[in-house]
Structure formats: C-alpha cells, structure tokens
C-alpha cells in the first residue's frame, strides 16, 4: 500500500521562464519541510517509530505530502545521513522507493 502511495505523489518542477529550461535546484512550494504541528500529519504509530528512531540517532528530514491522503514522513541518520520512511503502520522502510535530492 505504501508503495502505491509513493507511486502516486508528483514531483513538482519549477519553470524558469527566460530559456524555457527546467529548473531541477529548487522544487519546494513554499511550504516548511517539517510543520510546526507534526502530530496533525503523522498517527500514534508513526509518532511512536519516530520518538524511538530519534534515540538511536536519527531525525525527521521532512514530511512529504502533497495532500492529506499522501502523507510521507522521511527520516535521516545524523551522523550516516542515510534516509528511510515510516510507513502508515510505523515500520521503517531503510531503502525506500522514493526520488531524493542530494
């Protein structure tokens, strides 16, 4: 099911209107990476997965969501920066199938 849901989120792309070229540095939408209140966007469990994953040193990195039905938490390793997801079940997904920025 995650995986459908990931499947699904678009990736938007900024235009740069002088050459018509795509502009792939800067996709954001003016939105926070994190919001102030992250317990309206994840449930207990992912709340849960977070706290402990936090304890074993990583850190929320941003809530991907392009509406409230695709609502994707990503986290990072501090010292690795390796990135994973929480499912909706509050599983760790470590080699998520999702496009990242480097």
């Known amino acids: 099911m995650l995986q459908a849901v990931l499947n699904t989120i678009p990736s938007p792309v ?10 792939s540095d800067e996709r954001r939408t003016g939105v926070a990476p994190i919001p102030e209140s992250i ?8 709340m849960e997965a977070l706290q402990t994953m936090e304890y074993f040193g990583w850190q929320l990195a941003f809530i991907r969501r392009s509406d409230l039905n695709n609502i994707i ?17 509050g599983d760790i997904i470590r080699d998520p199938d999702i496009g990242l920025r480097q």
């Open 14 to 23: 900024k235009i740069n209107s002088k050459n018509l070229a795509f502009d």
């Open 39 to 46: 317990d309206l966007y994840l449930n207990d469990a992912q």
């Open 73 to 89: 938490p990503v986290i990072q390793h501090i010292q690795s920066k390796e990135f994973a997801v929480l499912d909706t079940e």
